[in-house]
T-cell receptor, first 112, second 110 residues
Framework: NAGVTQTPKFRILKIGQSMTLQCAQDMNHNYMYWYRQDPGMGLKLIYYSVGAGITDKGEVPNGYNVSRSTTEDFPLRLELAAPSQTSVYFC???????????FGPGTRLTVT | GQNIDQPTEMTATEGAIVQINCTYQTSGFNGLFWYQQHAGEAPTFLSYNVLDGLEEKGRFSSFLSRSKGYSYLLLKELQMKDSASYLCAPAAGNNRKLIWGLGTSLAVNP
């Protein structure tokens, strides 16, 4: 199993550009999460999904969108990138009977 | 509301024992996780306590007191590679979300 994979690993965006951060898991987990982590700070939940076709907002959803058309994939869309979105983005998945979350390696995004 | 409190930074010496404390206030408590995060890397699972008491796993142990809203992570025989952030994360509510603390940055010195 590859676990949770994220692409790209690094990206530099200009202000106003858009991009999609990809996340995929091959563990057949129902629950998936997107977090951002700013330097020296904790994980902030952006969006989460409890299954294909179902998504909900976390603590910091503004400026982002998600979709969950399959169990495996949970892409995060940034529209009109802003410098405040410079961060490390982690995707995680969780099996339905457990609370343990498995993390992808992260995407380091810089918006200039 | 939901609140997690753990020390921001700790230092210890290689070979020593260190205890990282965490106090929390959450509704619908369903256990507590500890994760380790090395600089520039993703968090990785260390332990999960749902019942009161001590869970031991090699050099790492974790303790939980539900009535006191308190947990600690005990690291024995510290190694340089244990230098990392340690994240306390209670599981709360029916939506299976973890509530993440800011983490404790542990520096292990030779």
């Amino acid at each position: 199993n590859a676990g949770v994979t994220q692409t790209p690993k690094f990206r530099i965006l200009k202000i106003g550009q858009s991009m999609t951060l990809q996340c995929a898991q091959d563990m057949n987990h129902n629950y998936m999460y997107w977090y951002r982590q700013d330097p020296g700070m904790g994980l902030k939940l952006i969006y989460y999904s409890v299954g294909a076709g179902i998504t909900d907002k976390g603590e910091v959803p503004n400026g982002y969108n998600v979709s969950r058309s399959t169990t495996e994939d949970f892409p995060l869309r940034l529209e009109l990138a802003a410098p405040s979105q410079t961060s490390v983005y982690f995707c995680a998945s969780q099996e339905g009977l457990s609370y343990e979350q498995y993390f992808g390696p992260g995407t380091r995004l810089t918006v200039t | 509301g939901q609140n997690i409190d753990q020390p921001t930074e700790m230092t210890a010496t290689e070979g020593a024992i260190v205890q990282i404390n965490c106090t929390y206030q959450t509704s619908g408590f369903n256990g507590l996780f500890w994760y380790q995060q090395h600089a520039g890397e993703a968090p990785t699972f260390l332990s999960y306590n749902v019942l009161d008491g001590l869970e031991e796993k090699g050099r790492f142990s974790s303790f939980l007191s539900r009535s006191k809203g308190y947990s600690y992570l005990l690291l024995k025989e510290l190694q340089m590679k244990d230098s990392a952030s340690y994240l306390c994360a209670p599981a709360a509510g029916n939506n299976r979300k973890l509530i993440w603390g800011l983490g404790t940055s542990l520096a292990v010195n030779p």
